[in-house]
């Protein structure tokens, strides 16, 4: 977006090497990637835009071009942080090539560096593939939004006999040659072993502090979304913002206070210096 070549950008690997706490949000659109750039060192543009931006009532409707679009946008938004994009829904479960067109396709029209995709155990092979014809894969393991059938449900994975299931999928992950994992919706102590077994960044959404970084939803972080999961800390109310500047608009324009001279295009000057 600059023209200064002074800022290199975030990669895989630099995110891969960082030991601090990893600073990860997702970003949907250019003005929103433009403001989150500077405080962070990934921005993911996830298939979670389809219920946030686009009011599915899960992410299984997400096609790659809408996943193209917002990357699109996302890139052209950022300078510092390593963008990652979500394959979709039915994009890559079917085998590694279907997987590598995808991520292929979505790598070239879009700029960014990695994509993620969900999956443990079942996507190792996948994972392997991508990785070995040098596009870098973030996985998601714990609860996986588009199984969401298969789990019933938006809850907590990783209770019981399922702990085990979801460290070995971490560990396959690891092996299979991901650069980093997302982690969602684990209690703290399945976190917490994942996080101490892996040597690629845990990146924690719902998963406890034991994980090397954090995700949330931007929207659910700024008070934007309506019901968020019980996870979300609001570090701002920008609905309730909203709410306001839209009543206050909305007064103005019926009670005729907006516009005014001075919001007037091509006004004589007489008429605008009472306001300027
Ligand atoms: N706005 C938004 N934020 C997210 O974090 C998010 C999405 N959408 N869409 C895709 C996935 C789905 N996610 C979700 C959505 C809902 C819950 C949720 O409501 N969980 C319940 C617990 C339910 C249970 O354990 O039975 C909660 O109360 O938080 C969890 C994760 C996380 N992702
Ligand atoms: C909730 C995060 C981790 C995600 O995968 C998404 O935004 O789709």
Redesign the pocket.
């Known amino acids: 977006m600059s023209k200064q070549q002074t800022v290199r950008r975030h990669t895989p690997r630099s995110i891969a090497a960082l030991d601090a706490p990893i600073v990860v949000l997702t970003a949907y659109t250019t003005p929103m990637a433009r403001l989150l750039d500077p405080h962070c060192d990934m921005l993911l543009v996830g298939d979670?835009l389809g219920?946030?931006v686009y009011g599915m009532e899960s992410?299984l409707g997400v096609s790659v071009d809408m996943m193209v679009a917002h990357g699109q946008a996302v890139v052209r938004g950022s300078e510092k942080a390593c963008v990652v994009v979500d394959l979709p829904f039915g994009s890559y479960q079917e085998s590694p090539q279907q997987a590598f067109r995808t991520a292929a396709e979505i790598m070239a029209r879009t700029g960014a560096g990695c994509v993620k995709l969900e999956g443990g155990q079942e996507m190792a092979e996948t994972i392997h593939f991508l990785v070995q014809r040098g596009i870098p894969v973030m996985g998601h393991i714990g609860?996986k939004?588009q199984a969401v059938h298969a789990h019933g449900?938006?809850?907590?994975v990783g209770r019981g006999d399922e702990a085990d299931q979801v460290l070995r999928d971490a560990l396959t992950v690891e092996q299979a040659g991901a650069f980093s994992v997302v982690i969602?919706?684990t209690l703290e102590p399945l976190a917490r072993a994942i996080t101490e077994k892996l040597s690629i960044p845990t990146i924690g959404?719902?998963a406890s502090p034991a994980c090397d970084g954090q995700v949330?939803?931007v929207?659910?972080m700024l008070g934007v979304?309506a019901t968020?999961?019980?996870?979300?800390k609001t570090f701002a109310s920008l609905g309730a913002d909203i709410d306001q500047a839209a009543a206050a608009y909305a007064q103005a324009v019926r009670t005729r206070a907006f516009p005014t001279a001075r919001e007037c295009v091509g006004m004589p000057a007489d008429h605008t210096a009472d306001n300027a």
């Open positions: 979670s219920m946030v992410t609860l939004p449900g938006f809850r907590t969602e919706s959404i719902g949330l939803v929207d659910d979304t968020p999961p019980r996870f979300v």
